[in-house]
């Protein structure tokens, strides 16, 4: 019986994530702070003074902070999250749904980088919807993240997702 229940919430994630692709959906992440940059930066373990010392001179926001930003300060309210932790639309058309959820892989160019003080926004379209696998398989997602400020794009992102 979990099986066939397993199967219907892939069917109906699968079901929900076609009717996704290709919806744009924007998002403003607030201003870019060199703090927060430079803290992102010193949890990486970096050690460079003009990634980790936003009074250096030659300061530069560190190249992954913009992509790790899933939202504007300060935050998400609980009701956002899954069970699991993650935002409950972080993966198109699992929302409510009980599947695992899985990162399946993510490219990234870069093209500049956000100035602090700049108003960031991410750009999100659900590209596409495979079943994968034998019997019920999974479902690898791939959707298309481009962040940018008032000056363009400055970063594109290709990320998978695998549902199970």
Do not use: C
Not at 101 to 109: E, K, N, P, S
């Amino acid at each position: 019986m979990t099986d066939r229940l397993t199967n219907r919430a892939l069917d109906l994630a699968e079901e929900r994530a076609r009717e996704l692709v290709g919806r744009v959906e924007l998002r403003s992440l607030g201003a870019v702070t060199a703090e927060a940059s430079a803290e992102f930066a010193r949890a990486a373990g970096e050690t460079a003074p003009h990634l980790i010392d936003p009074d250096h001179p030659g300061f530069a926001v560190h190249p992954m902070y913009p992509v790790s930003l899933l939202r504007g300060a300060p935050g998400a309210e609980p009701a956002e999250f899954r069970p699991d932790g993650m935002y409950r639309d972080e993966v198109p058309g699992t929302d409510g749904l009980d599947v695992r959820l899985m990162a399946g892989g993510q490219d990234v160019r870069w093209l500049g980088r956000p100035r602090p003080g700049e108003r960031l926004e991410v750009r999100r379209v659900l590209e596409s919807v495979e079943r994968k696998g034998k019997g019920a398989g999974f479902l690898l997602l791939t959707v298309a993240k481009t962040y940018g400020t008032e000056r363009g794009p400055l970063i594109e992102v290709i990320e998978r997702f695998i549902v199970r």
